[in-house]
Each structure stands twice: as C-alpha cells, then as structure tokens.
C-alpha cells in the first residue's frame, strides 16, 4: 500500500506523538514499525478506545466494548494488550454494565507505553527514516 506523506505532514510526525496519532498515514506507518515489533495491538487497541468513545448507542457501547474485551483486553485474547492486573480486572468487571471510559486507564497506560518506548524508537526506525527521505524528494 501506498504511504506516502506531504514533507510537511512526515517531519511533523517527529514533533510530537500526537501530530503522528492525529495523521491517518501516519498511523499506518506507525502500524507497520510496530508491527516489526511485534506489538502492533497497543495502537489498534487505541484506536479502538478511540472510535469506542465517539459511541453514544447504549447497545452499540455494550457490543463494541465487548469485541474490545475480547479482542484485546481478556487474558489469552488474540491481540492481548500488556496491561497491570489490576486494570485488566477493573476493565473485566465493568464489562457488563459498560460506561463511555471503562477503557480508559487501559488506553492511557498503553498510550503512554506508546509514547515512552515504542515512538522514540520509531523517528530512529529506518520505516521513518524511509518515509522522511522519500517526502523530501516529492
């Protein structure tokens, strides 16, 4: 796929983690560095917490919250996040009865592993480094 990106748009992408959050190729890209890492599920779970937060449908809330809970969040899910035990079972109780944040300390704690470990390494990524190269070129 295609990921190219305005010099503009790549170079900002380094001034802040949210500037490359806020960019949809640059979250694709994001994507695929972490997929390099193996740990791609803390953006897709973000993400996820994202959109979960724009529903306003009970029955919506309950049914996103769910495959969210499943998909990430329960221990042994497909793409589990690394989560304490003690959010993880905060997020398992609530899972019922869901409220517009009940994934929200789990996205806060992986958005800050995001921003402290996983997005420094990623401006140092030759994924980046590439990205960079080739917008300056356009």
């Not at 990106?5 to 959050?21: G, I, Q, T």
């Not at 996103?64 to 997020?91: G, H, L, S």
Request: glycine share 2%; charged share 30%.
């Amino acid at each position: 796929m295609d990921r190219r990106a305005p010099v503009n748009d790549v170079m900002a992408w380094a001034e802040s983690f949210d500037h490359l959050l806020e960019c949809k190729t640059g979250q694709l890209v994001f994507e695929d560095f972490l997929r390099t890492e193996y740990s791609e599920e803390n953006l897709l779970f973000w993400l996820a917490c994202e959109d979960y937060k724009k529903i306003t449908s009970v029955t919506e809330m309950t049914v996103a919250a769910r495959r969210i809970y499943a998909e990430f969040v329960q221990v042994d899910a497909p793409r589990q996040i690394n989560i304490d035990c003690v959010t993880r079972e905060e997020i398992s109780e609530n899972i019922s009865q869901p409220g517009p944040n009940c994934f929200d300390r789990a996205r806060k704690l992986i958005y800050g592993l995001m921003e402290n470990d996983c997005y420094p390494r990623f401006l140092k990524s030759e994924i980046y480094q590439a990205h960079l190269e080739q917008a300056e070129k356009q």
